[in-house]
């Protein structure tokens, strides 16, 4: 038997018209998520490189014949060929190396790998093009041979970490950042030098040794913003920690029994 199809009256059309144009609107209305910003190459990749890469491929090492220091490094590549691929940064080696499995073939060789969003810079910059200003050249994050040299004798021993920058930290940093870890918050303790001197997952570094102008930590406990900020220490204090982290961290590795780092 044949179905004829019924008509709509003028109560079922208005109905069937009001359910069509919300859900129109309702499709309309749904919001799109921003795109991500486009990555900045002296604000996220510089530091990277500059922390983790030019160890062993700046321009007093060069293994593997590669340079990362410059973009004609970049781009020249090294004895295993180009390590970008402008456009595809999940077929550029250098990203392959970094995402490696294996700890013999992962970079950074020897050294705690990078942080997940880290990586994920780099992709997204290779993906961009890995455009590189005109003339820039990535600094190693080391301290200056002559900085030593010029030093002051006694000068290494002005600042102790037990008696100067270890109750700081323990008065304004442990009860978040400490050695108790039902406390402890973003996986960051302070009193264990391999963690606070390493990347963390934002893909900040806490601490830099010599470089307190690199160092999250100094930034967070200068931060304008009261809701960023750190817990607010004195301008004495804060000379104090910063000389401790331009002359190198003092951070030492916890003896057994300690509740704390040990320096």
Not at 65 to 75: K, P, V
Not at 101 to 110: A, G, I, L, N, S
Not at 197 to 225: F, K, N, W, Y
Request: contains cysteine; aromatic residues 2%; positive net charge.
């Amino acid at each position: 038997m044949m179905r004829i199809p019924r008509v709509l009256g003028p109560a079922g059309a208005i109905v069937l018209s009001a359910s069509v144009g919300g859900a129109l609107a309702s499709a309309r209305g749904q919001a799109v998520p921003a795109p991500a910003p486009a990555v900045d190459f002296g604000r996220d990749i510089q530091p990277i490189l500059a922390a983790s890469c030019l160890r062993c491929h700046g321009p007093r090492k060069t293994e593997g014949d590669l340079r990362l220091d410059t973009r004609e490094g970049l781009h020249k590549g090294g004895d295993s060929g180009a390590v970008v691929i402008s456009g595809d940064g999940k077929g550029s080696l250098l990203y392959q190396l970094l995402v490696a499995t294996d700890p013999d073939k992962r970079m950074p060789r020897r050294r705690r790998p990078l942080a997940p969003a880290q990586i994920e810079t780099m992709r997204r910059w290779i993906d961009q093009g890995a455009p590189w200003p005109e003339g820039a050249v990535v600094q190693a994050l080391s301290p200056a041979p002559e900085d030593r040299a010029a030093r002051p004798a006694g000068a290494a021993a002005g600042l102790s970490f037990n008696r100067d920058v270890r109750p700081i930290l323990a008065e304004n940093c442990y009860a978040c950042h400490g050695p108790d870890r039902n406390r402890r918050q973003k996986e960051l303790p302070l009193d264990l030098e391999e963690v606070a001197t390493g990347p963390l997952p934002s893909g900040h570094v806490a601490i830099v040794p010599g470089h307190p102008e690199a160092s999250a930590l100094l930034q967070r406990v200068t931060d304008p913003d009261e809701q960023k900020r750190m817990p607010h220490v004195s301008p004495s204090t804060l000379s104090c920690s910063r000389g401790s982290r331009r002359r190198g961290s003092l951070l030492r590795p916890r003896s057994s029994g300690a509740s704390c780092c040990a320096g």
